[in-house]
């Protein structure tokens, strides 16, 4: 690892907690306004396609200007060189983490063989996505795959819906629960079907239990060419010829799954948006890659929230995070957004394995607003803890519904003054203790391009407090074990073999056999 020095054992730390005790602690949001009119401009930050006000977050000019100490002495601009020069940064997996470069732009004079094979890729994927969005006989694309191989392309189809042609649905298959698969089958016809199977290993068991009923069903529904419905989307080129796959896009062990969008993972993506349509989100994240690679880090907003990001769960002691996007086609955002952050920073060691005695990742949730208004935000106003929350608003709407607009932004700003404002004024159930931080993000517009920026600025911001708390924000052995007990089990539901098994897990499962 490249970080020269863990958050903890850094000589800001100490600074951070002394001034966290004698003032950060209790900064009051109402007061830093009105002392300060150049707060707003101070605390926001211009970036490509994304605007972001972390004004109403509790810090103020010292504690970050400490923050940036801290950054500067754990090495994290050696650690940003280090991802961008391909360096083994995954040092559990031995991998280059090498996202970037997907969004990279041609450049022929280059030598860099990964780039060239980056666009040789691209060219071939959207070619292809091209004819099959210009096949009318093609009403129906099913994507088979699960975590970064289903969240990313669901989440981006269904943001970018209004560049999404007429002509074709799109489904999205992930869970090995049959009823997911069985419920999109029944309303397809084989003919007009084609199925992408995506996985990056093309092993995962959920993918391919999934992947194998999907090619039973169109072999028994009909006599086409499985070889002209099916595409793969994987690393393993091999494992998808043998599974009878012809058509195949690559991609690399230095793309992580949950930073594979970018990749052959796009395909749906592609295929809704069009050649031209991917290109604007790749830009989009070039972007911001540009932006987090080269801004100073006092005007880099990836950095700046993830510095916020630390100085919130180690020092106020935050454990969750919220995320409320004013746009009802960024559904799927927080969902992307969790296996973002809590699969790349959700670790309790660091990057030598040795114990972390400090929190890392938060959980991240949320809901579109209004909705989570009249569910939860109850508790963000009122709850004993405090939850930082993040609004994503969008000023042009992309519908033409008079008064929808306007009503909605106005819920997103008010609900952030509330938030901050607090009303003291009414006592006991009704009174507000306000004070309470969030972040604002505005696009002018949701296109490809401000949605590539804004996922690239969440990829950085994690990257940030990942390298500051010293831990392989690229790996992701905690889902193994689950994954191995889950093959021990299995068999034991038809046997119902007990023997060895917890007296829980034995009694649920003498529940859950079929009789
Ligand atoms: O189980 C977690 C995980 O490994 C994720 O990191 C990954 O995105 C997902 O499974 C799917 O993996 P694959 O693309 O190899 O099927």
């Not at 996505?129 to 269904?158: C, E, F, K, Y």
């Not at 400090?358 to 809901?367: A, H, I, R």
């Not at 969008?394 to 901050?420: C, P």
């Amino acid at each position: 690892m490249s970080a020269a020095l863990r958050c903890d054992k850094a000589p800001s730390w100490a600074k951070l907690q002394a001034h966290y005790d004698s003032k950060g602690r209790s900064l009051d949001l109402r007061e830093a306004f009105a002392s300060d009119a150049g707060r707003f401009t101070a605390l926001s930050q211009e970036a490509p396609h994304v605007f972001g006000d972390l004004s109403k977050n509790l810090i103020d000019a010292p504690t970050e200007a400490l923050l940036m100490t801290l950054a500067r002495e754990c090495g994290l601009e050696a650690h940003r060189a280090a991802m961008f020069a391909g360096e083994h940064i995954n040092n559990t997996e031995d991998r280059a983490v090498l996202h970037t470069l997907l969004r990279a732009p041609a450049d022929a004079s280059s030598t860099d063989d990964k780039l060239r094979d980056v666009h040789t890729t691209l060219d071939a994927m959207l070619k292809y996505a091209d004819q099959v969005r210009a096949d009318h006989t093609i009403t129906d694309v099913v994507n088979i795959g699960i975590g970064g191989s289903d969240l990313g392309p669901q989440m981006a189809v269904l943001a970018l819906e209004a560049f999404v042609a007429r002509g074709k649905r799109f489904h999205f298959v992930s869970n090995v629960d049959g009823h997911e698969l069985a419920g999109v089958l029944k309303g397809l016809a084989p003919e007009h079907t084609m199925f992408l199977i995506a996985s990056k290993t093309f092993t995962t068991a959920e993918t391919m239990t999934n992947a194998i009923s999907a090619k039973r069903w169109f072999e028994q529904s009909s006599r086409l060419d499985v070889s002209k419905h099916f595409a793969a989307l994987t690393t393993n080129v091999k494992a998808a010829k043998d599974f009878g796959i012809d058509t195949t896009f690559g991609f690399w062990d230095w793309v992580g799954g949950r930073y594979s969008l970018w990749s052959a993972i796009g395909l749906p993506i592609a295929l809704a948006i069009g050649s031209d349509g991917f290109r604007r989100l790749l830009a989009g994240a070039h972007a911001m890659d540009e932006h987090f690679r080269t801004a100073p880090l006092e005007q880099n907003l990836p950095v700046r929230l993830g510095l916020l990001d630390v100085w919130y769960r180690n020092f106020h002691r935050f454990t969750s995070r919220s995320i409320a996007p004013y746009h009802s086609a960024l559904k799927r955002v927080p969902a992307y957004l969790q296996q973002l952050e809590m699969e790349s920073n959700g670790k309790q060691v660091d990057a030598d394995g040795q114990p972390l005695p400090y929190g890392t990742s938060p959980v991240l949730w949320g809901e579109p607003g209004t909705n989570g208004q009249h569910a939860y935000f109850q508790m963000l106003h009122q709850g004993t803890d405090v939850t930082p929350l993040e609004f994503v608003a969008v000023r042009d709407a992309s519908h033409d519904l008079e008064g929808h607009h306007n009503k909605l932004l106005a819920n997103a700003l008010a609900q952030a003054q509330a938030l901050m404002q607090g009303k003291a004024d009414a006592g006991g159930h009704k009174n507000f203790p306000g004070n309470r931080p969030s972040t604002f993000f505005v696009f002018e517009k949701l296109t490809p391009e401000a949605l590539g920026a804004f996922l690239a600025m969440y990829e950085h911001r994690v990257f940030t407090s990942g390298a500051l708390w010293g831990i392989n924000s690229f790996d992701q052995w905690g889902v193994e074990l689950g994954k191995v007990l889950a093959k021990d089990i299995e068999p034991r539901l038809a046997s119902g073999d007990t023997s060895g098994l917890d007296a829980s897990t034995a009694g649920l499962l003498e529940r859950l056999r079929p009789v």
